[in-house]
């Protein structure tokens, strides 16, 4: 008799202890990711990460990497660890210490059923160590919860080819569960639209409020990536919720770079030429952004505030980004209850 067939795995010991599964559901909250501080060298590792992503920079592979050891890498760290360092708070980056915050919550909300962890796509602490820790773990199924409400490829897609990554290592792949968009989930709607409304609450009807979504290429939507019509949706939904003329909610689209064109209307643009129609008062924020962080606490609080003000602006209110409100928190661990 071979030494498989007189194995008993239910008794023997080593298998045992190695392969023994965990009635516990796993689950990876994803977010894009951050640099371990806000210097240049920690930059320069960051973004040397995140732009040789071919996912985000869809340019021909050796072109790019010519231009971004040779021109970015020796230029934009210093200058992003600038703004970076005028965001830090004592605890460190905000969007890690509000994804930490999301996940303890989120935690609290699932209870011991589930076990939570936090990977970053770029930087720290990385998709691959998060899926590890479920793995010693022992957790046979696992769901993926990229923290990006609108689908989108050099975010969401990313994010699944890194866990793909991952997983195409381990002897046992797990079930797995991937969440790949939640931007019309009522339950998220819902939290969207209680920050608009306490915000009109608080500091009464604006002339415009702005929806302003992380931008992309254009070609990234006319190749049939969907990000641009979720981000409208989500829009729509929210006025739909809080019944407000749609007239009164702009779309548009931040933090582009490069010569190419990008999804339009640029909010940068759009900001500087409200005043001259007679738009002095707004409100915006970012609903792609799940937890506030650069693009959010500097490009719109600061950066866009003077764009505005600078043109004949009068009033400028910055929206937050949902972190961990209870709402958020709460529409977040029903989409993961309902998924498994």
Not at 118 to 124: D, E, P
Not at 163 to 189: G, Q, S, T
Not at 230 to 259: A, P, Y
Request: charged share 20%; with cysteine; aromatic share 10%.
């Amino acid at each position: 008799m071979s030494r498989f067939t007189a194995l008993n795995y239910d008794v023997d010991p080593v298998f045992h202890a190695a392969n023994k599964p965990s009635p516990r559901i796993g689950v990876l909250l994803v977010n894009l990711g951050t640099p371990d501080e806000p210097t240049a060298p920690a930059l320069r590792r960051y973004l040397k990460q995140f732009l040789s992503d071919p996912r985000v920079v869809e340019i021909p592979r050796l072109v790019w990497l010519l231009i971004l050891h040779g021109i970015i890498l020796r230029v934009r760290p210093k200058r992003s660890a600038a703004l970076y360092k005028s965001v830090w708070t004592s605890e460190g980056s905000p969007l890690l210490v509000i994804s930490k915050q999301q996940q303890t919550a989120i935690q609290q909300q699932l209870g011991d059923k589930y076990s939570v962890k936090l990977g970053m796509r770029y930087g720290n602490p990385s998709i691959a160590s998060a899926l590890r820790e479920l793995q010693k773990e022992g957790v046979r199924k696992i769901i993926v919860l990229p923290l990006y409400p609108q689908y989108a490829g050099p975010t969401t897609g990313s994010s699944f080819d890194a866990v793909a990554d991952e997983l195409k290592h381990w002897r046992w792949v797990p079930e797995l569960h991937f969440i790949n968009n939640y931007c019309d989930h009522p339950l998220y709607i819902d939290a969207l639209a209680n920050s608009v409304r306490e915000h009109i609450e608080k500091n009464g009807l604006p002339q415009k409020i702005i929806f302003s979504y992380h931008g992309m290429p254009k070609r990234f939507l006319t190749a049939g990536d969907p990000y641009f019509c979720l981000c409208q949706k989500t829009t729509r939904l929210v006025q739909e919720k809080l019944q407000l003329d749609k007239n009164l909610l702009i779309t548009s689209f931040q933090s582009r770079f490069g010569r190419a064109e990008w999804l339009k209307p640029y909010t940068d643009e759009t900001l500087a030429n409200l005043p001259n129609e007679g738009i002095k008062d707004i409100a915006i924020l970012s609903p792609a952004f799940s937890a506030d962080c650069l693009e959010t606490l500097e490009e719109l609080a600061v950066e866009n505030r003077h764009t505005f003000l600078n043109a004949g602006g009068e009033k400028y209110q910055y929206i937050p980004a949902l972190n961990a409100r209870t709402d958020h928190i709460t529409a977040l661990s029903n989409l993961i209850k309902t998924t498994g």
